[in-house]
T-cell receptor, first 111, second 111 residues
Framework: EDQVTQSPEALRLQEGESSSLNCSYT??????LFWYRQDPGKGPEFLFT???AGEEKEKERLKATLTKKESFLHITAPKPEDSATYLC????????????FGQGTELSVKP | NAGVTQTPKFRVLKTGQSMTLLCAQD?????MYWYRQDPGMGLRLIHY???????AKGEVPDGYNVSRLKKQNFLLGLESAAPSQTSVYFC??????????FGSGTRLTVV
């Protein structure tokens, strides 16, 4: 069964304290891995797409990386405005284009 | 602005009442999806559509029906609402091999 697991469930950081969020997956055929940011009361907002192992994408303080079994979202010198829930999802072959989501990591950055 | 629009944004229903949630997208996307999001459960797929006139069941379809009569619209119906259907509902659309664009959500409470 295709599965996506994110860890930790919640992460509290001080402003400037770098860290990483993990997304591990077991799927039958990966077509792409997606990272989303979700603020309270809003819909998920697209951040990155990764398609093959070794690929990296960056946006401001965020960098996403992909291996054959997991993806990391690295947050460098976070600011309070980075506080949100970060969702990982995979696109799998023969699944009607559906994304399979992890449970998310709730990030809180304190000043 | 282009994107996915959901109506209504909030709704309170009494048990047994019916309602329809509307999702409209103006990006000419083929694929559309309805998810529900509950605390600790993540995003769970209710129904989806791979094109105009087509629908398919997702992970949690019971108690819901959908229709995709026009490419740009995807309707989610609750025939007889139950308290277990209290949730935040998200609609999303996508192109092949791309990630989702989400709507801002509908917060539904069934009392």
């Amino acid at each position: 069964e295709d599965q996506v697991t994110q860890s930790p469930e919640a992460l509290r950081l001080q402003e400037g304290e770098s860290s990483s969020l993990n997304c591990s997956y077991t799927v039958s055929g990966l077509r792409g891995l997606f990272w989303y940011r979700q603020d309270p009361g809003k819909g998920p907002e697209f951040l990155f797409t990764l398609y093959s192992a070794g690929e990296e994408k960056e946006k401001e303080r965020l960098k996403a990386t992909l291996t054959k079994k997991e993806s990391f979202l690295h947050i460098t010198a976070p600011k309070p405005e980075d506080s949100a829930t970060y969702l990982c999802a995979v696109l799998v072959y023969n699944q009607g284009g559906k994304l399979i989501f992890g449970q998310g990591t709730e990030l809180s950055v304190k000043p | 602005n282009a994107g996915v629009t959901q109506t209504p944004k909030f709704r309170v229903l009494k048990t047994g009442q019916s309602m329809t949630l509307l999702c409209a997208q103006d990006m000419n996307h083929e694929y559309m999806y309805w998810y529900r999001q509950d605390p600790g459960m993540g995003l769970r797929l209710i129904h989806y559509s791979v094109g105009e006139g087509t629908t398919a069941k997702g992970e949690v379809p019971d108690g819901y029906n959908v229709s995709r009569l026009k490419k740009q619209n995807f309707l989610l119906g609750l025939e007889s609402a139950a308290p277990s259907q209290t949730s935040v509902y998200f609609c999303a659309s996508k192109k092949t091999n791309y990630g989702y664009t989400f709507g801002s959500g509908t917060r539904l409470t069934v009392v």
